[in-house]
């Protein structure tokens, strides 16, 4: 079995279970691939220690068996840029906060190992969501996909902009808003929750349309057949706006036309037995926690 191993390499938490991660595997003769700048600490603290390294997507390749995210959320949104089509699982273990896509908490990470050497896990995959614009912009050239969530909102203005919003050539509205999110299953957990946008099961073939702080109270989050496509125009008082992928942001002209549609590719993430969706909303928003339960 091969393995990748990725985490960000300036938090020592993280450096931390990344060694205990990697002494489990090697106890369990599993061949490992570990990011290059998490690899520089290894050397710094061992000159004799050798593993295979990647920096990029093009590092990787389909004969890897499984990709461990150590870290929060943020990095397992990170980890997707390297993986991308080359399907191959991703399993997260928590060392941030909140922990929606990692779900293995560092705690049990040996236990987790155990699991997936006895294939106790179920491969759940997940829809992307992808963007494109009238106009050439270099930041999402080549990494235009999300799995969480593609939003636009306001730059260096306080005023509202507006959203003209076609789904499959047809229109829809106008928001009037702070922005708009369009959120997958997965993104439903993120952002858009936080607009108030509903939380949607992985499995569900559906995107949501979330507004941000919307100035009409009749204008809610809309749930979609994730086969649309969607079309956005937006003005702004501002010459500019922000276009975000996730965690990764970047700034258009407020002319520019943006288009969204399902990827052509998916993400699998491995769930463990014991970890389902259901229970992960339970532990993770106390579902449940109300004494009269």
């Not at 050397?43 to 220690?49: D, G, L, M, V």
């Not at 593609?150 to 959203?163: C, D, E, H, L």
């Not at 997965?186 to 979330?210: D, H, Q």
């Amino acid at each position: 079995m091969k393995i990748g191993v990725y985490g960000q390499s300036n938090n020592d938490i993280t450096i931390k279970y990344v060694r205990i991660l990697v002494d489990i595997l090697i106890e369990n003769n599993i061949t490992i691939i570990i990011e290059e700048k998490i690899y520089g600490f290894f050397k710094e603290i061992n000159s004799k220690i050798a593993y295979q390294t990647f920096s990029s997507y093009k590092n990787l390749d389909p004969t890897i068996d499984l990709f461990f995210s150590i870290g929060g959320d943020g990095t397992f949104l990170r980890s997707i840029t390297f993986v991308r089509d080359l399907n191959i699982p991703i399993i997260g273990i928590n060392t941030g906060r909140l922990g929606f896509l990692a779900t293995i908490q560092k705690e049990d990470i040996e236990k987790a190992v155990n699991q997936i050497l006895q294939k106790k896990y179920l491969l759940v995959e997940r829809s992307l969501i992808s963007v494109i614009t009238n106009e050439p912009n270099e930041d999402i050239e080549e990494l235009n996909f999300a799995l969480n969530e593609i939003s636009v909102s306001r730059k260096n203005t306080a005023s509202m902009i507006t959203v003209e919003t076609f789904l499959d050539d047809e229109y829809l509205t106008t928001y009037w808003s702070d922005g708009l999110i369009i959120a997958t299953p997965t993104g439903s957990t993120g952002y858009s929750l936080s607009c108030n946008g509903p939380i949607i099961s992985p499995e569900s073939k559906n995107f949501v349309l979330t507004p941000i702080a919307p100035h009409s109270l009749s204008v809610r989050p809309l749930v979609i057949p994730d086969k649309t496509k969607i079309e956005l125009k937006i003005d702004s008082r501002s010459d500019e706006v922000l276009l975000t992928l996730d965690s990764r942001i970047t700034t258009i002209a407020n002319t520019t036309k943006i288009f969204i549609e399902k990827c052509d590719f998916t993400i699998k993430t491995v769930q463990l037995i014991d970890q389902t969706f259901i229970k992960t909303l339970r532990e993770k928003l106390f579902w449940g926690e109300d004494k009269r339960n």
